[in-house]
């Protein structure tokens, strides 16, 4: 075979490598610029008002002192939610490395939810269904990711 032969069959496969590798690449560079945005999102003065929110007035709380807590409050502590069930969407949608949102804001995501339970419940019986769908899905993941992980290295 002629060395003209050999590269016309070749330099189209070593062309699909190239831009099979260089796709990769972009893909991977483009997972991380997302995961940088959605934790500059989480980190902000907002966001984290609300989850301090979740943790200081809506944990362990029941359904009646849920309903009470004034607007501002309940407002507040939904908009961080939205943010965390925005963040679960971009991780079930594979737009960001699941393990990164684990490892740079997992125990905290998850802790969120958690104290979110009482207001997750009050909205649910007050509009009818089961809102941040994503983020508890997630969270439940993170849950055992995390108990798994504690468990192979002897931790409790």
Avoid: C
């Avoid at 190239?18 to 959605?38: H, N, P, Q």
């Avoid at 407002?75 to 961080?80: L, M, P, Q, T």
């Amino acid at each position: 075979m002629s060395a003209t032969a050999l590269l016309t069959l070749v330099s189209p496969l070593v062309a699909a490598a190239v831009a099979v590798w260089g796709f990769r690449r972009s893909t991977k560079a483009d997972k991380l610029r997302a995961f940088f945005e959605l934790q500059d999102r989480y980190l902000q003065a907002d966001v984290r008002a609300g989850r301090r929110v979740l943790h200081q007035q809506i944990a362990d709380r029941g359904h009646e002192e849920v309903a009470g807590l004034d607007r501002a409050t309940l407002s507040s502590a939904g908009y961080a939610l939205a943010v965390l069930n925005g963040i679960a969407i971009a991780v079930e949608g594979g737009y960001v490395e699941r393990e990164l949102i684990i490892r740079g804001m997992g125990r905290s995501f998850a802790s969120a939810i958690t104290a979110a339970r009482p207001y997750i419940d009050y909205v649910e019986q007050v509009r009818g269904f089961r809102p941040y769908p994503f983020a508890e899905r997630l969270s439940a993941g993170i849950h055992t990711e995390i108990m798994t992980r504690d468990e192979r290295n002897g931790d409790s």
